[in-house]
Structures are given as C-alpha cells and as structure tokens.
C-alpha cells in the first residue's frame, strides 16, 4: 500500500508505451513497445506509484481514449493516460517544429545557405501546434495529479516536451517537482541562434521553470548553462557548470547517462529465435568478418559516410575484398521528411555503386536489410567483427551499448566522438570523427588486423561497462535525486525559525 509520503511519478513522453489495436466492441489488442524506457519504468512502478501520460498515435489508441472517455486506465500494471490533440495541431507540433526543427537544431544538420528557413507555417506551428499540444499535455496530467496528498514529481521526456514545465507551474503552481529528461544532445549557444527570439527565449525559460533538467553527458548539462546564460537576461550560473539561477529559481543541469535493459536483452539473445535469425546471417556472412552498422535511416546516424569510409577501404586495402562484408540493418524513419527521403535514395546509390565496382560472383561487398526487427539486429550484433557507430551527433547511443554486451566475437567497437556513448565507452573503442571518410576507413583496416588478444582485451573491458549500468539504475537515480530535493525542502519547512532577538 502505498503511504502519502509516497512519491507519484509522473512521466510524459511524446509515444508511449502501448499501441491499442481495436478487436471488438469495447475490446482492445495492447501491443507494448519495445524500448528501454518501458522497462525502465516497469522496474519503476515496483518501487513507485507510476503515471505514464503520452499522446495517441493511430486511429485505434483514439478509439482506445474514447472508450475510456479519457480516464487513466491500469495497462498490463502501468497507469496510462493518453492525451489526444486535434491532428492539425498535432501535425505542427510534430512535424514542423519538433521534428524536423528542434531535432535539426540539436543536431547541427543544417545546410545554412538554404536550411531551415522559419516561415509563416514555422511560426504558426510554434503558436498553434507546438504550444496548445504541450499545453494539453499539463492539463491532463494537472487533472490526473490534482488532490493528491502525496508529492509529485513530473518527468516531461525529450524535445517535444520543452514548454510543458511552463503549463505545468500554470496549472499546479509549486506543488509539483519538475524534471525534464533530454534524449538528444544539447548543443552550445550558437547553434540556437537558428531560432527567432520569440521561440528561443520562451523555451529556455519554460525549461529553467523546472527544478532539475537531465542530460546524457555533463557536456550537455553544461552547453544548457552556457545556452541559457547567454540568451536570457538575468541568468546566472555563478561559475558552476551544471546549475543556472534564474527568475528566483536555482535549477540543476545534470548529467543521466541512459543505458539499456542488461537482462532483457540477454534474455532474448538466448533465445530460440534469435539463435534462428543469427544462423541465417551466418549464412550471409560466411567466413568473411563482418562489418555492422544497425540504425535509423537518420541523417544524424551518418550512414552515408560510413558506405564512403567503407569503399575507401576497398580502394586502399585491395587485400580486403572478398574477405569483409558491410551489413546494414537500417530503419527508414520519418520518410516525410524530405531531409530523410532523401538520405535514404542516396545510401542506396552509395552501397550500389561500391557493390557495382566491387563485387564478383561469390561477393557482394554491401548488404542492406531494411526494417524493424529488435531480434534480428540483436542476432547480428552477436557475430559482427566491427560494429560502426559514427554518428554526426547522438544523445547516447544504445546500439553501442547493446552490440558490446551480446557480441560473441570480440568484435571492435568503432564509435564516433560525438555519441553520448563516447564518454563511456570510448576508452576501450577505436574512436573516430564522423566527418573524417579516410580516418574512418584506416579505423577499420585497424579493427581488421588487430590481434586477437587485443581485441579480447578492449571487448571485456567494455562489456564490464555495460553490464554495471542498467536502465534502472538511469532512473532510479532520477528519482532518487528528486526525492532527495523534496525532503530537504521538508527538513527545511518543518525547521523551526529562530526567533528573532
Ligand atoms: P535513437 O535515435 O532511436 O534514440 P538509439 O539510442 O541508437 O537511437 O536507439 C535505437 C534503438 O532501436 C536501439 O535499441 C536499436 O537496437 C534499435 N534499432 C535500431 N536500428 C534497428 C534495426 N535496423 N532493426 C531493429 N532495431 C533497431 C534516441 C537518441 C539516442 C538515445 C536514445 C535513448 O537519439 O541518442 O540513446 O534516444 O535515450
């Protein structure tokens, strides 16, 4: 039983954790997602009472909200309330400013002569999209929280989130702690000048109206300090590096690294299916070694110049052809997006032509499988001898973390400098700048020729890490922050002040 001390955790996120499929009158399909966060938080909801609040995705979850007539629903042990926006204010929320803008941003992937321009749909997404969608989002976790006796800590995930703590203290004011979590990187001041000041100011100052706001790395804590400080009037960091005061509010920068579910993924690699998948790889493999990239197709992932770094390689190291194979497991995400579309056509034009020039009738140097599925790229992580991570920019990564844990060939890890990863993991990698082709490709003439010994020596080492650091713990020591805040504002109100002389 829960006591009123108890904390209620709330956490909102753009996507949930479920997709509803309707069946029958009245009757639901739950089909649950795959991510991290999920498990995270099922863990979650054995220590606390846990309210994921999220938006509708397909025409079912609104018939889902409908039939519940909006109420939070207790799904497969998880409190749920979807919110359902009007979709054209969904649509500029969404597709306009979160994405592609504020991902664009955060990722530096701007073409400046020509991109982004901020139009008349920009700002008006901003006012009738990205604004009324946050703001439904407060409301509805407002009305789910109002009354409660017990102390509230809000958890509003990621870039689509930004205005929600300024709804938040509109509707509930100081009762609750709010603690944003910000998967993407957080670059420095610049690249924030891309936003006009009537966009920037009001979502650096609805993010300093939290008590604490998370990162993945303390490079991102610090890049929000410096953002802030230098945009907004009256905003002081006093010299620290992770904490910034503003409008009477001290407000934490602090890094969580995130990292995957240790046991899950374990499990499932052990299991009959995967087994089944990872042979029929083997037999795409052969007795080459394995080159594996497992992504988004994703501008900011880099997939092109990895096919490049790859062909220079081939172009450099004659004595590799016929004994490596690139494999890319590869999801095509936000096709809509131009940006994205396009990406696509020219990774395929790439890995076309390196196979055009190289290959002969017992090779083919590239092989790309698109789609979505988990245990087919946790097969594959099982047997790559190279695992390229080099994005342009990356909040963590878990590909990196989730190919070093179930690897069974000492395979190396080839990681860009700038993945949040990096900070953990770069040690025991081969480290590379994603922009660099040629560096690239003589990392991976590297990873091929390395002994034995000390490939066993790098994979341990980053296995260890891995395994010490499971998503629970990512949360865990969220909250644990949280409640942390909460009772020294108690032991602070219920000290008794000293009387006066
Ligand atoms: P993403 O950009 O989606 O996440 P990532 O961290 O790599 O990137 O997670 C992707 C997940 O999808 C992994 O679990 C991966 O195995 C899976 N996946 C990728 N390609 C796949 C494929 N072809 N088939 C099947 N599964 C595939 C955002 C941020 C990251 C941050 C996470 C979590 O951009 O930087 O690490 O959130 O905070």
Same mark, same amino acid.
Request: charged share 25%.
């Given at each position: 039983?829960?006591? $009123?001390?108890?904390?209620?955790?709330?956490?909102?996120?753009?996507?949930?954790?479920?997709?509803?499929?309707?069946?029958?009158?009245?009757?639901?399909?739950?089909? =649950?997602?795959?991510?991290?966060?999920?498990?995270?938080?099922?863990?979650?909801?054995?220590?606390?009472?846990?309210?994921?609040?999220?938006?509708?995705?397909?025409?079912?979850?609104?018939?889902?909200?409908?039939?519940?007539?909006?109420?939070?629903?207790?799904?497969?042990?998880?409190?749920?309330?979807?919110?359902?926006?009007?979709?054209?204010?969904?649509?500029?929320?969404?597709?306009?400013?979160?994405?592609?803008?504020?991902?664009?941003?955060?990722?530096?992937?701007?073409?400046?002569?020509?991109?982004?321009?901020?139009?008349?749909?920009?700002?008006?997404?901003?006012?009738?999209?990205?604004?009324?969608?946050?703001?439904?989002?407060?409301?509805?976790?407002?009305?789910?929280?109002?009354?409660?006796?017990?102390?509230?800590?809000?958890?509003?995930?990621?870039?689509?989130? +930004? /205005?929600?703590?300024?709804?938040?203290?509109?509707?509930?004011?100081? *009762?609750?702690?709010?603690?944003?979590?910000?998967?993407?990187?957080?670059?420095?001041?610049?690249?924030?000048?891309?936003?006009?000041?009537?966009?920037?100011?009001?979502?650096?100052?609805?993010?300093?109206?939290?008590?604490?706001?998370?990162?993945?790395?303390?490079? &991102?804590?610090?890049?929000?300090?410096?953002?802030?400080?230098?945009?907004?009037?009256?905003?002081?960091?006093?010299? =620290?590096?992770?904490?910034?005061?503003? *409008?009477?509010?001290?407000?934490?920068?602090?890094?969580?690294?995130?990292?995957?579910? !240790?046991?899950?993924?374990?499990?499932?690699?052990?299991?009959?299916?995967?087994?089944?998948?990872?042979? *029929?790889?083997?037999?795409? !493999?052969?007795?080459?070694?394995?080159?594996?990239?497992? &992504?988004?197709?994703?501008?900011?992932?880099?997939?092109?110049?990895?096919?490049?770094?790859?062909?220079?390689?081939?172009?450099?190291?004659?004595?590799?052809?016929?004994?490596?194979?690139?494999?890319?497991?590869?999801?095509?995400?936000? /096709?809509?997006?131009?940006? +994205? $579309?396009?990406?696509?056509?020219?990774?395929?034009?790439?890995?076309?032509?390196?196979?055009?020039?190289?290959?002969? $009738?017992?090779?083919?140097?590239?092989?790309?499988?698109?789609?979505?599925?988990? =245990?087919?790229?946790?097969?594959?992580?099982?047997?790559? &001898?190279?695992?390229?991570?080099?994005?342009?920019?990356?909040?963590?990564?878990?590909?990196?973390?989730?190919?070093?844990?179930?690897?069974?060939?000492?395979?190396?890890?080839?990681?860009?400098?700038?993945?949040?990863?990096?900070?953990?993991?770069?040690?025991?990698?081969?480290?590379?700048?994603?922009?660099?082709? +040629?560096?690239?490709?003589?990392?991976?003439?590297?990873?091929?020729?390395?002994?034995?010994?000390?490939?066993?020596?790098?994979?341990?080492?980053?296995?260890?890490?891995?395994?010490?650091?499971?998503?629970?713990?990512?949360?865990?020591?969220?909250?644990?922050?949280?409640?942390?805040?909460?009772?020294?504002?108690?032991?602070?109100?219920?000290?008794?002040?000293?009387?006066?002389?």
């Amino acid at each position: 039983m829960t006591k $009123s001390t108890d904390p209620l955790i709330v956490i909102a996120s753009n996507r949930g954790p479920f997709s509803f499929e309707k069946t029958g009158k009245g009757e639901f399909d739950v089909k =649950r997602g795959a991510g991290g966060l999920v498990t995270a938080l099922s863990a979650l909801a054995e220590r606390h009472e846990v309210l994921w609040v999220a938006s509708t995705m397909t025409k079912d979850d609104r018939k889902w909200v409908k039939h519940h007539e909006g109420q939070v629903q207790n799904v497969e042990g998880i409190n749920l309330k979807l919110v359902d926006p009007d979709p054209d204010a969904y649509e500029g929320y969404y597709n306009v400013i979160a994405n592609p803008l504020l991902w664009f941003i955060q990722h530096q992937l701007w073409d400046i002569p020509r991109k982004p321009s901020i139009t008349e749909e920009t700002w008006k997404s901003w006012e009738e999209g990205y604004k009324p969608v946050n703001q439904i989002f407060a409301k509805a976790i407002a009305e789910a929280v109002e009354g409660s006796d017990r102390p509230v800590i809000v958890m509003p995930q990621d870039y689509h989130l +930004y /205005m929600a703590p300024h709804y938040l203290r509109q509707e509930l004011g100081e *009762q609750v702690q709010i603690q944003p979590f910000i998967h993407i990187p957080w670059p420095g001041p610049d690249a924030w000048r891309i936003l006009p000041t009537q966009i920037r100011i009001p979502l650096l100052s609805s993010l300093l109206e939290s008590d604490r706001v998370g990162f993945q790395t303390k490079k &991102d804590a610090f890049n929000f300090v410096q953002t802030c400080r230098f945009y907004l009037e009256g905003a002081h960091s006093h010299g =620290r590096r992770d904490a910034i005061e503003y *409008q009477g509010r001290d407000v934490a920068a602090r890094d969580f690294p995130i990292s995957i579910d !240790v046991n899950r993924v374990q499990t499932m690699v052990a299991e009959h299916e995967t087994q089944l998948e990872k042979n *029929q790889l083997m037999n795409i !493999v052969g007795d080459r070694s394995l080159i594996l990239r497992v &992504d988004r197709v994703e501008p900011s992932k880099n997939n092109l110049r990895g096919f490049e770094a790859y062909r220079t390689l081939l172009e450099n190291h004659p004595e590799h052809r016929g004994k490596v194979q690139f494999l890319a497991l590869l999801v095509p995400s936000r /096709m809509k997006v131009g940006a +994205y $579309s396009d990406h696509l056509a020219e990774v395929m034009a790439e890995a076309g032509m390196i196979n055009a020039t190289y290959s002969n $009738s017992f090779w083919e140097p590239v092989r790309i499988v698109l789609g979505d599925n988990y =245990r087919r790229a946790l097969a594959a992580m099982q047997i790559y &001898d190279i695992l390229l991570v080099n994005p342009i920019a990356d909040g963590m990564n878990l590909v990196a973390k989730e190919g070093v844990l179930v690897n069974q060939q000492d395979g190396v890890l080839i990681l860009s400098e700038f993945a949040g990863a990096f900070y953990e993991l770069g040690e025991n990698a081969l480290t590379v700048s994603p922009f660099d082709v +040629y560096g690239l490709s003589e990392m991976m003439h590297k990873a091929l020729t390395m002994s034995g010994t000390e490939r066993q020596r790098r994979a341990e080492k980053l296995r260890k890490t891995v395994m010490a650091a499971d998503v629970r713990e990512w949360f865990y020591a969220q909250v644990d922050e949280a409640l942390h805040a909460l009772n020294s504002q108690d032991k602070k109100s219920s000290t008794p002040s000293t009387p006066s002389a």
